[in-house]
């Protein structure tokens, strides 16, 4: 059975704009990978079309069928992670190998206080 | 409820694949066989035909096909310059085009559709009415068929009339459900946060 796993340092998966995060990824495969890589990314989810904004990735060389490697990636000043009625925007660590699109997400908050920024409705007037 | 928890959140919908009544997959590749993979799918707005054809290719594509597809929105009278490169440059007997929407194309744009990807190996296409290519299947919808999509995203069957209500239309019934679960209280928090140690 096919196993990837990403680890952030003290299992951290809040974070400051501007923020490095550190960790470690592992994987065990059954048919070997061309490639091994951890994306960095946000994404929209809610009544509208998905939109996607792979924001950094890092390869890893020469990957093992069982490997474990350490990763650095920085947080971008935004997009915060927020959520409403109609959309949401969330933020994950993504290790992807390939062929067969393998992959397994981490899902991160991205924000200055570290918490989801929630949207709510405005009270009507009067 | 928040967007993030929303069972009919559309990425959530296109998760569910479309299902074939009346005939098994095997007989619907069989059937496009017997019409030279020249055959359009056919349904009003909102009945599948997008979901079906994007299921359709994938298969195609297990067979071996390589597989092109074109998708047109509304107001496009003609291929643009993507759309002509994918469908009329170095054409092989191996390529099945895939035309969603052609019901935009303009006749004549139609007309040079059809007289230039002869030396493709299948032209499968989706429109509102028959007419343009023989009908390999025509995409209806039922009460019953939004109730086993309601219930495969995890929530209790949908009012009777919802379908209805929508005159057959899936996809808008589907954005009515995502309004009601929107309007419920906020089920859950995402995971406390756990920052790093300062």
């Known amino acids: 059975m096919e196993n990837l796993g990403i680890e952030t340092q003290y299992g951290a998966n809040a974070f400051l704009p501007g923020e490095m995060v550190e960790g470690t990824v592992s994987w065990q495969l059954d048919l070997p990978a061309e490639t091994v890589e951890l994306r960095l990314l946000w994404y929209t989810q809610g009544k509208g079309d998905q939109d996607i904004g792979v924001v950094s990735t890092v390869p890893f060389a020469n990957p093992g069928l069982a490997d474990r490697r350490a990763f650095r990636v920085r947080i971008p000043e935004g997009p915060y992670s927020f959520s409403g009625k109609l959309i949401s925007l969330l933020w994950a660590l993504e290790l992807v190998a390939e062929p067969g699109s393998r992959a397994s997400r981490l899902e991160i908050t991205v924000s200055p206080t570290r918490q989801e920024i929630l949207i709510t409705p405005r009270p009507p007037v009067g | ?198």
Request: a positive charge; glycine letters at 8%.
């Open chain 2, 1 to 198: 409820m928040l967007a993030r928890d929303n069972p009919f959140a559309v990425q959530r919908v296109l998760e569910i694949r479309y299902r074939l009544s009346g005939l098994t997959w095997e007989e619907l590749l069989e059937r496009l066989a017997a019409l030279r993979f020249r055959a359009a799918l056919v349904g009003p707005h909102g009945h599948g035909k997008t979901t079906l054809l994007e299921d359709l290719g994938n298969r195609l594509a297990a067979q071996g096909f390589r597989v092109r597809a074109v998708t047109l929105h509304e107001g496009d009278r003609r291929l643009d310059a993507a759309g002509r490169r994918a469908f009329f440059h170095g054409l092989a007997a191996s390529d099945v085009l895939l035309l969603d929407g052609a019901e935009q194309l303009a006749r004549l744009a139609w007309m040079e559709v059809r007289a230039r990807t002869r030396a493709a190996g299948g032209l499968v296409i989706t429109c509102h009415r028959p007419g343009l290519l023989p009908t390999l299947y025509e995409c209806r919808t039922t009460p019953e068929l939004l109730a086993g999509i309601v219930r495969d995203l995890g929530e209790e069957p949908p009012p009777k009339d919802l379908l209805a209500r929508h005159g057959g239309n899936v996809r808008n019934a589907l954005r009515e459900m995502y309004d009601t679960c929107a309007d419920r209280p906020a089920l859950r928090s995402l995971a406390s946060p756990q920052p790093l140690p300062e």
